[in-house]
């Protein structure tokens, strides 16, 4: 294992309730089940640290009782914080919503995470071998995006810088964006975050763009799309469609996270990128099967079901085989 993951991004707290549909404008439904959670940035944290990478946080955590539960939640999981606690406020929250067909609805408020000093990051000291991370949610926030654009880009040239977009792309800047991207190791974004990057077409087109004209720096992109697994781009020009894997999928959330948590580990061990991307992909679909964003598994469990394919392919090829 080479250094910790350095995680810049930003943790809140889930309020998470299960409903069979999304209300109608002007109607209620009842949930069929509610959970407070650590989410947000917790979520990637998670899946790099249960697959054996070092975690530490570099993010604010709020005074309060959200803050509270975090620091609790990081704890039992071995994540250290480097910061301490902001005086000013709790940490944030987001209520999502899980429908019936899995998919989820998000409604969130800003809390410390939402704003940063170079003066609040000055004990994140970067180690050798370190990988850090952010998300573009802390870029997001007119609070902290200018101070983490700024110190992002003094990170000393060998240390890998990993970034994610996440659903919220458009409300970054764009010079904010393109400053980010321009300092990326590794960008790993789905469909829809890449093609907002730089511009529609396929996946193949797309990653050559978004290496040539936004992430110059970069080893390579990873393009995400669910089920269908992945698409990763490499700077030497090589290219591979990482296929998924067929799962009864019973809550999304957190999926994306699970995949870059468990892709970023995977490559601090040394994996060729097209591996740390199956391994990344098996991940996200044991993720799945699972209720909770936090839900991303261990290495044992990530191995035990790949080999478990890898015994079902072989034992179907052998009953092809014998009916030709």
Same mark, same amino acid.
């Given at each position: ?10 943790a809140v707290?889930d ?26 940035g ?19 955590l709020?005074? =309060?009782?959200d ?16 910061t ?18 899995a998919?989820r609805t ?23 071998g370190d990988w ?8 997001s926030?007119?609070?902290s995006?200018?101070t983490?654009t ?5 990170l000393p ?7 994610? &977009? ?6 970054i &800047?764009? &010079? ?9 190791t ?5 469909t ?19 290496l040539a004209d936004h992430?110059q ?8 799309a ?6 990763v ?10 296929? =998924? ?17 468990a892709?970023?580990? =995977?490559?601090?061990? =040394? ?33 035990e ?5 890898v ?14």
């Amino acid at each position: 294992m080479s250094g910790r993951l350095v995680h810049v991004g930003s943790a809140v707290v889930d309020y998470v309730y299960r409903i069979d549909a999304l209300p109608a404008p002007g109607t209620e439904k009842t949930a069929s089940s509610y959970a407070r959670v650590a989410g947000g940035g917790f979520n990637m944290m998670v899946a790099a640290s249960r697959t054996g990478m070092r975690v530490v946080f570099g993010g604010q955590l709020g005074t =309060g009782p959200d803050g509270d539960f975090l620091r609790t939640a990081f704890a039992a999981e071995g994540i250290a914080t480097l910061t301490p606690p902001s005086p000013l406020m709790d940490s944030g929250n987001c209520v999502a919503m899980i429908s019936g067909d899995a998919e989820r609805t998000f409604v969130s408020w800003p809390g410390a995470e939402s704003r940063l000093t170079l003066d609040m990051m000055k004990p994140v000291q970067i180690l050798s071998g370190d990988w850090v991370f952010t998300s573009g949610y802390t870029l997001s926030y007119p609070g902290s995006r200018d101070t983490l654009t700024d110190w992002i880009e003094a990170l000393p040239a060998e240390v890998p810088f990993v970034f994610d &977009p996440t659903p919220v792309i458009a409300e970054i &800047p764009r &010079p904010i964006l393109d400053r980010v991207l321009a300092r990326a190791t590794w960008l790993s974004c789905n469909t829809i975050e890449a093609a907002e990057i730089a511009g529609s077409g396929d996946a193949q087109t797309v990653a050559i763009r978004l290496l040539a004209d936004h992430c110059q720096r970069a080893a390579g992109v990873v393009i995400r799309a669910g089920a269908q697994g992945c698409l990763v781009r490499l700077a030497d020009g090589r290219t591979q469609a990482v296929p =998924g894997f067929d799962v009864e999928a019973i809550d999304t959330n957190g999926a994306g996270d699970a995949h870059i948590g468990a892709f970023v580990s =995977g490559l601090s061990r =040394g994996m060729p990128p097209y591996e740390a991307a199956r391994y990344a992909n098996a991940a996200a679909a044991l993720s799945v099967t699972r209720h909770g964003g936090s839900s991303a598994p261990t290495d044992a469990e990530i191995q035990e079901f790949l080999a478990r394919r890898v015994q079902t392919a072989s034992a179907q090829d052998r009953e092809q085989e014998a009916t030709t």
